[in-house]
């Protein structure tokens, strides 16, 4: 089964400025999702789709990254990321490359762990599923400020709240 990671990464948000650069243990986000996606062996492809120039400076560090310009329309808070997906599968589709599935990994999700996207794919695969999408349950009484404390343009963790997978 070939399987191409996506990682979108689009320039402006409304509720957080700059937050694919936002760094958690002096990480960014969108470094620490593109690492992750290097160490699974399973893609075929990772592809960082993006209308940010300095995100597409990120080709000169990570060569087996492939970097795309996203374009304006398909740059919108409200465009659906069906479109960002068609947009890079027509990219591949220029250069006669067909792929089986698309794994997206948000930047702004930094808490997933590499055996459980692994898992995941291995999920995917074994039952022959159209779709498969994680998400971790959070008590009532769980909130995202109790994990991070928000600074100038970074995320720090939360020493005294701890996230079981």
Do not use: W
Request: charged share 30%.
């Amino acid at each position: 089964m070939k399987l191409l990671c996506l990682i979108p990464a689009r320039k402006n948000s409304r509720r957080l400025k700059n937050k694919n650069f936002l760094k958690i243990n002096g990480e960014m986000l969108i470094e620490k999702t593109i690492k992750l996606a290097l160490k699974i062996k399973s893609f075929n492809e990772i592809i960082v789709s993006s209308d940010n120039q300095k995100i597409n400076k990120l080709k000169n560090k990570y060569k087996k990254l492939e970097i795309i310009n996203r374009p304006k329309n398909i740059s919108k808070n409200n465009t659906p990321m069906s479109d960002v997906i068609k947009h890079s599968l027509k990219f591949f589709k220029m250069q006669n490359k067909k792929f089986d599935a698309v794994i997206v990994l948000q930047p702004t999700s930094p808490l997933r762990k590499k055996i459980t996207i692994i898992k995941s794919i291995k999920k995917f695969v074994k039952y022959k599923l159209d779709y498969l999408a994680s998400i971790k349950e959070l008590k009532h009484t769980q909130f995202p400020k109790m994990v991070f404390k928000i600074t100038n343009k970074s995320l720090i963790k939360n020493m005294n709240f701890s996230v079981k997978n």
